[in-house]
């Protein structure tokens, strides 16, 4: 069982950063792969990043370039850091682990945050 809790969206300008963190509960944090995902308003909730358990990454491409996904297994934390930001950015954010999903549909990963809120004004 993995607690998953996000922090660190708010309200930020075009062209701004902001790094969103995810704390996990639990000792096995580092045998997960975790992921990022975003929902904007009306839309299907879309993968933006992942991080493997042996801390290989890959992206969307809107994002490729601008956000930085990392970890910190003694910490037992996944960042997602994002920068140069648009307002097509603007979403909440989700982190996910599973054990097995590398990249995969939301349905796939089995434990989730509640999610954290990013606007990116214009």
């Known amino acids: 069982q993995v607690q998953l809790v996000e922090s660190g969206g708010g309200l930020v300008q075009a062209g701004g950063s902001l790094r969103l963190s995810c704390a996990a509960s639990?000792?096995?944090?580092?045998?997960?792969?975790m992921a990022w995902f975003r929902q904007a308003p009306g839309k299907e909730r879309e993968l933006v990043a992942t991080?493997?358990?042996?801390?290989?990454?890959d992206y969307t491409d809107p994002v490729k370039g601008r956000f930085t996904i990392s970890r910190d297994n003694a910490k037992n934390t996944v960042y997602l850091q994002m920068n140069s930001l648009k307002r097509e950015d603007t979403a909440i954010y989700y982190c996910?682990?599973?054990?097995?999903?590398?990249?995969?549909?939301?349905?796939?990963?089995?434990?989730w945050g509640q999610g954290t809120q990013v606007t990116v004004s214009s």
């Open positions: 991080i493997t358990r042996g801390s290989s990454d």
């Open positions: 996910a682990a599973d054990r097995t999903t590398i990249w995969g549909p939301p349905e796939s990963y089995d434990y």
């Open positions: 639990g000792r096995t944090f580092s045998s997960y792969h």
